[in-house]
């Protein structure tokens, strides 16, 4: 079964650059979900898109932001990378219409040195 | 969640063991509950879930139990096995959110002895 695609596996930056992440929802899936996990940490909600609409946003920097696009798939942009920006991140999608579990892919690890 | 650092809770056990792992959850309005499995360098794998009204759910070797009187939950694993180690997050999804974020608790990390 098709699975969350994210990509790239691992990014390198330095501070002040930019990044964007990609994630490619499980087909037929409505809903992506961002979430950002420090080392030893547990996930921490960024931000949620439903139907392409920004639909819940947690404690996701002013730095950062994000879209839906008409093929579902979701970017994460990152600008200005601080040092603390290091981590894994990890996107999740679901449907509405199937059930609320959400399917998280393997993350993106950041490294912003 | 709150962040524990790099210290996580750890809960030894030996292979063909049974493993409780338990898990306190905030907020009294939330309605829905999932167990996540996490692998070094792998994104949360769903494990099994339970609503409010349930106090009991049972799956393939794992049983969630949840006692909402004093916020608690936890996972029960029959005969642990090497392949069962990892980091084990619950989440909890606040009722009335409009979007089911989820809201991880700190995970404990189950190591299994061969």
């Known amino acids: 079964a098709a699975g969350v695609i994210q990509s790239p596996r691992h990014l390198i930056k330095e501070k002040r650059e930019t990044a964007t992440l990609k994630c490619y929802p499980i087909p037929r899936h409505d809903t992506v979900y961002w979430y950002q996990q420090g080392p030893g940490q547990d996930p921490q909600f960024l931000i949620s898109?439903?139907?392409?609409?920004?639909?819940d946003k947690g404690s996701i920097p002013d730095r950062f932001s994000a879209q839906q696009f008409s093929d579902y798939h979701s970017e994460l942009n990152m600008s200005s990378l601080e040092l603390g920006d290091s981590a894994l991140y990890f996107c999740a999608s679901t449907s509405w219409k199937v059930k609320n579990i959400q399917y998280f892919g393997a993350g993106t690890r950041l490294s912003v040195l | 969640g709150e962040s524990v650092g790099l210290h996580l809770p750890t809960l030894s056990v030996q292979e063909g063991d049974n493993s409780i792992i338990n898990c306190a959850y905030s907020?009294?309005?939330?309605?829905?509950f999932i167990w996540y499995k996490q692998e070094s360098g792998k994104g949360p794998q769903f494990i099994i879930d339970?609503?409010?009204?349930?106090d009991k759910r049972q799956g393939q070797r794992v049983t969630v139990l949840l006692n909402k009187t004093v916020k608690h939950l936890s996972l029960q694993i029959a005969a642990t096995q090497p392949g069962d180690s990892a980091v084990y997050f619950c989440a909890e999804t606040p009722n009335g959110g409009a979007t089911n974020k989820l809201i991880f608790g700190t995970g404990t990390l189950l190591a299994v002895q061969p």
């Open positions: 898109f439903y139907e392409k609409m920004q639909s």
């Open positions: 907020n009294s309005a939330s309605d829905y």
């Open positions: 339970i609503r409010s009204n349930m």
